[in-house]
C-alpha cells in the first residue's frame, strides 16, 4: 500500500482471494478515506497516438505495462540492500516464521512478519512502515544502544554539539522519560 507514492504497508497471501479479503476487512477505510483526497491516475496510460492497428495496440499496452512495472521497482527501492534483524519465532515441519526490522535509519524502516515454506516461497509477509516520529524514536534509541547509552558519544555519532542538544533532541521525540530528571531540565516552551 502506497499512500502520496511511498511505501507504508505490504501484504502478501498464497491466493488471491486471501487477498480480496484484506480490502474488505482490513483497508476499506483506508481505501475511502484517501480515495476522496484525490484523484487517482489510471493504472496504465496508454499513448493513443501511438495505437494504429492492433499490433500496435499489443506493443503500446506492453510498453505501458513496463512503464507500471518499472514505478513500482522504483517505489520498493526503499527496501533494496537494507539489513534486516530477524529472529525465527516459531518452527514447523514445512515453515518457519520469522519477525524483522530493517536496521534503523532516519527516515524510512520497516518492520514485519514472514512465513516462508522451508523450499523458500513466501507464504504471508506482512510489512508496515512506521510514522516519521516513531522512525525517529527508532533512530535516537537505536543510536544510544549504539554507544552504550553515553549521550555524550550519541550526541556525536548524529552530529550534534553535545549531551544537552542529544538530551533536547530524546525531549523532543518524546523519550524524555528516559532522561535522570537532574541531567536535563527541559526549558519552557
Known amino acids: 500500500m502506497y499512500l502520496d ?3 507504508v504497508n505490504c501484504f502478501l497471501t498464497p491466493h488471491p ?8 476487512y482490513h483497508y476499506a477505510e483506508y481505501l475511502v478515506h484517501y480515495g476522496y483526497l484525490r484523484y487517482a491516475r489510471p493504472a496504465l496510460a496508454l499513448d493513443g497516438a501511438r495505437v494504429t492497428d492492433l499490433e500496435s495496440l499489443g506493443r503500446e499496452f506492453a510498453r505501458a505495462r513496463e512503464a507500471c512495472a518499472a514505478e513500482e521497482q522504483a517505489r520498493l527501492e526503499v527496501l533494496e540492500g537494507r539489513d534486516l ?5 516459531y518452527r514447523t515441519e514445512m515453515f518457519h516464521l520469522q519477525r524483522f526490522v530493517t536496521r534503523s535509519r532516519e527516515g524510512e524502516n520497516f518492520a514485519g512478519e514472514v512465513i516462508v515454506r522451508n523450499d523458500g516461497d513466501v507464504e ?23 554507544h552504550q547509552w553515553d549521550l555524550e558519544r550519541a550526541a556525536h555519532a548524529l552530529g550534534q554539539s553535545g549531551k544537552e542538544q542529544m538530551a533536547r ?5 518524546d523519550l524524555g522519560y528516559l532522561l535522570n530528571p537532574g541531567l536535563y531540565r527541559p526549558s519552557s516552551r
Do not use: I, V
Request: without cysteine; negative net charge; glycine residues 2%.
Open 5 to 7: 507514492g511511498e511505501l
Open 17 to 24: 482471494e486471501d487477498y480480496a479479503l484484506l480490502h474488505e
Open 85 to 89: 534483524d530477524a529472529k525465527t519465532l
Open 124 to 146: 504471508y509477509l506482512k510489512l508496515y512502515r512506521p510514522s516519521r516520529a516513531e522512525n525517529r524514536r527508532l533512530h535516537l534509541l537505536d543510536t544510544l544502544a549504539a
Open 169 to 173: 533532541s530524546l525531549e523532543e521525540a
